[in-house]
C-alpha cells in the first residue's frame, strides 16, 4: 500500500514512512497533478482537502483532529497492519528505502556517544541522513503504541 498526502499532512507523511510505508509528499501542486501521481503510482490520496477528496476515489479526507487521530483512522480503514519490523526502513525526509552501513563508516558523521554506544547504523541512499536505533527511536514506538490503543 502506497500513499500520497497533500501539503496539509506533512507529519502524517512523516509517520507513514516512520511505519515503513512509501509515502509521497506534495507541496503547491494543483488537484489534477495530485490526482494523476496518485492514479499512475496507485497511491492512496490522504488529504485535508474535502474538494479534492471528492474529485478522486481512491483517496480519504481526513479531519483536522490530530495526527493520532487521523492515523487511527486510516489504520482503522484501511486495516492496516503495524509490523515492528517495518519501522524505520525508510528516510523520514525523502522517502527512499535506507541501507545498513558499516559501524566504521559513520564514524565522525554522527555524535560520538551515539558511535560509541550503537553497533548499527543505516543510511539513507538519497540525502545520506544516518539513522540508528536510538532513543529517538524508542519514543516512536512509545507514539506508535499509543496509536494502537
Ligand atoms: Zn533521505
Known amino acids: 500500500m502506497k500513499f500520497i498526502c497533500d501539503e496539509m499532512l506533512g507529519s502524517m507523511a512523516k509517520w507513514l514512512r516512520i511505519l515503513g510505508y512509501d509515502t ?9 497533478e495530485i490526482a ?3 492514479r499512475e503510482e496507485e497511491r492512496i ?6 474538494k479534492l ?49 558499516d559501524k566504521e563508516k559513520v564514524k565522525g558523521m554522527v555524535p560520538e556517544h551515539v558511535y560509541e554506544s550503537h553497533e ?3 543510511i539513507c541512499p538519497k540525502c545520506k541522513r544516518i539513522y540508528w536505533i536510538g532513543t529517538h527511536f524508542k519514543n516512536m514506538k512509545k507514539f506508535i503504541e499509543s496509536i494502537k490503543l
Open 53 to 101: 477528496a471528492s474529485k478522486f476515489k481512491n483517496s480519504i479526507y481526513l479531519e483536522n483532529n490530530g495526527l493520532k487521530n487521523q492515523l487511527r483512522r486510516i489504520i482503522k480503514e484501511l486495516a492496516l497492519e503495524i509490523d515492528d519490523k517495518n519501522l524505520l526502513t525508510r528516510c523520514i525526509i525523502c522517502n527512499e528505502k535506507i541501507e545498513k552501513i
Open 45 to 50: 490520496l490522504l488529504t485535508r482537502d474535502k
Open 36 to 38: 494523476k501521481i496518485a
Open 24 to 32: 509521497k509528499y506534495v507541496k503547491n501542486m494543483k488537484d489534477e
Open 120 to 122: 548499527e547504523f543505516y
